[in-house]
């Protein structure tokens, strides 16, 4: 015998159906779908295909960093979802005092005035997340406090702004969290968990300055551009034409520009350029040829460039040489360090 599972975006469904879509200025819910049950078999399978369309989404939890108007102090905060039941639990950061709600049935936190239509536990969850994770600011569309109660009690309430055409309407959420006696080990724990969390920031900012660092050689030029040998290094890489480099990490960074020339026959004097997106940041003046005794003569030579300078990320970095050539077999010389953020 034959069964068959069918499912239907909410987009295709009438208003009569529960898949109506809610826009939410940070939250949207609109991924939630129809399960229709076509079933051409014995009771048996018939009962089994209801029971696995039926089945409760795994446990899960989320977790992050937030803070309040109220106050200053950041608070970290994990949001668990257990059995269809949701607990949040907040830990002052600064004093390691902490406090829950407890196990919640969807019951304890909607009601009529704040509901998604068949919006599931795990939802509203990834919807508190959002709020708790948004930016202050008047033009969010998210406010949350943290109130003080009796007993040591604290009040967590969120609100939020539902865009519909162009109605706006605001919803709220309130949470009753009862303080937790904490243990000198829990306060430890919490403790380490801190520092790591602060070592993995600053190993990110030392990995990124000790790779920000280029040695790279020139014996040659392409429309008055110094051609570049293979540039290795992670924080940079090569145009097509190896006449450009490109900057992958911002900063302060140092240049150093050693150019060995020689002017050209035309009588012009030369001008050896730094640019950063084709703009000159620094240029040095180069001697032309002249004449003596009747006759013309030209030498060769070398210029210097050293710069500090703030670089963006994607900065294109090149060398131009205008009115002087390069001197066959002796390389020109480019370093480049970051040596802040």
């Excluded at 446990?59 to 102090?73: A, C, K, P």
């Excluded at 830990?91 to 005035?113: C, F, H, I, M, P």
């Excluded at 007993?151 to 309430?157: A, F, Q, Y």
């Excluded at 110094?226 to 034409?241: G, H, I, P």
Aim: proline share 3%; with cysteine; net charge neutral.
């Amino acid at each position: 015998m034959r069964s068959m599972l069918q499912v239907y975006p909410a987009s295709n469904l009438s208003d009569g159906h529960d898949g109506f879509r809610h826009r939410l200025g940070v939250a949207t819910f609109s991924s939630f779908l129809s399960l229709k049950v076509t079933t051409k078999s014995t009771p048996r399978t018939s009962k089994f295909l209801c029971s696995y369309a039926m089945a409760k989404l795994p446990d899960s939890q989320v977790e992050g960093i937030t803070g309040f108007s109220s106050n200053s102090m950041a608070y970290r905060y994990v949001i668990s979802l257990k059995s269809d039941q949701v607990n949040i639990w907040l830990e002052d950061r600064s004093s390691k005092k902490q406090w829950q709600t407890g196990l919640l049935n969807k019951e304890d936190y909607v009601t009529a005035a704040n509901a998604f239509v068949d919006a599931s536990a795990s939802d509203y969850v990834s919807c508190f997340k959002q709020c708790l994770d948004s930016p202050f600011g008047k033009d969010e569309d998210v406010e949350r406090k943290l109130v003080p109660q009796n007993g040591r009690k604290m009040k967590l309430e969120m609100s939020l702004k539902i865009r519909l055409l162009r109605s706006v309407r605001t919803i709220n959420y309130t949470f009753e969290l009862k303080p937790i006696a904490v243990e000198p080990i829990d306060i430890l724990e919490s403790k380490l968990k801190d520092q790591q969390e602060e070592l993995e920031r600053l190993r990110g900012k030392i990995s990124l300055g000790t790779t920000a660092f280029l040695y790279v050689e020139s014996e040659a030029m392409l429309d008055s551009k110094l051609q570049w040998k293979e540039v290795a290094a992670e924080a940079f890489t090569l145009n097509e034409d190896k006449t450009s480099i490109k900057v992958l990490v911002s900063g302060i960074y140092s240049f150093g520009l050693v150019v060995n020339h020689t002017p050209t026959a035309n009588g012009a004097p030369g001008l050896i350029s730094l640019q950063m997106n084709n703009e000159t940041i620094q240029s040095v003046a180069t001697g032309s040829y002249y004449c003596r005794s009747g006759a013309y003569v030209t030498h060769q030579t070398n210029s210097s460039l050293m710069c500090v300078v703030q670089v963006k990320e994607g900065t294109d970095l090149s060398a131009i040489c205008t009115n002087t050539s390069v001197i066959a077999n002796t390389p020109s010389y480019f370093t480049v360090a970051r040596i802040g953020g």
